[in-house]
């Protein structure tokens, strides 16, 4: 019985070693493996929303193959702090937690890193279990990845609109250009939709759209153009 309990241990930790591992050596993989699927698109495939094509959209692109103005308009718009930080904003996050205790608008506060997280793996659930899990994986992005390589994963596989995944599928439908040839404008027009694709429309802006890419240029402005130099 003592044999058979010993062995059962270490049967049992060397399980949980390889569950600790199976994240590790999966991300560490992708640093340099560009994905074909992920779980957001995975995700949507299978569970469609309304408006969600038959046939989806997508086509990888190399981050030197992305405008520079695209990808200073994602990180104005959506993680001002990308270049420094180490997957967190530890300041944003108190915050919202805060606003979410006192019964105030739910809303997060994912840096550009934890978004690549939420997309690359995640599902779309708001629970405080999912939070910590992404921001854990976060970290080990920041870890085992490089931030030019963070941004070109994010902006590969990110939903422009629906079914639209991806910077060069979106400037090909709405610009009928490559994304390597994005103006500033046309950049911060699809930043601008990011927080919700399926509301906001790149293709027939509201004028909530407008007002958001005009915020998003002179945010581009003021951060200038080596904020971000990968």
């Not at 969600?52 to 086509?59: F, K």
């Not at 995640?122 to 910590?132: C, D, F, N």
């Not at 911060?188 to 890419?213: F, G, K, T």
């Amino acid at each position: 019985m003592t044999v058979f309990w010993s062995r059962f241990r270490k049967g049992l930790w060397r399980i949980v070693l390889l569950l600790l591992l199976l994240p590790v050596l999966l991300v560490l993989l992708l640093r340099f493996v560009d994905p074909s699927v992920w779980m957001w698109q995975l995700q949507r495939d299978l569970n469609p929303p309304d408006g969600y094509p038959a046939q989806s959209q997508h086509h990888w692109v190399a981050l030197q193959q992305i405008s520079p103005a695209m990808q200073l308009a994602v990180i104005a718009s959506e993680d001002q702090t990308f270049p420094s930080h180490w997957g967190l904003d530890i300041k944003s996050i108190l915050d919202a937690f805060s606003d979410n205790q006192n019964g105030e608008r739910v809303r997060g506060a994912s840096t550009l890193t934890q978004q690549t997280v939420k997309n690359l793996f995640l599902w779309p659930a708001k629970s405080y279990l999912r939070k910590a899990i992404e921001a854990g994986l976060a970290v080990l992005l920041e870890v085992l990845w490089n931030k030019p390589r963070i941004l070109e994963v994010y902006l590969n596989i990110v939903e422009f609109g629906p079914g639209i995944y991806g910077v060069e599928a979106a400037s090909q439908v709405y610009f009928k250009k490559s994304a390597q040839q994005l103006t500033q404008r046309e950049a911060a027009r699809l930043a601008a939709v990011l927080p919700n694709p399926y509301r906001l429309s790149a293709a027939y802006p509201s004028d909530y759209v407008w007002q958001r890419v005009q915020w998003i240029q002179r945010q581009m402005g003021l951060l200038g153009a080596n904020h971000w130099r990968p």
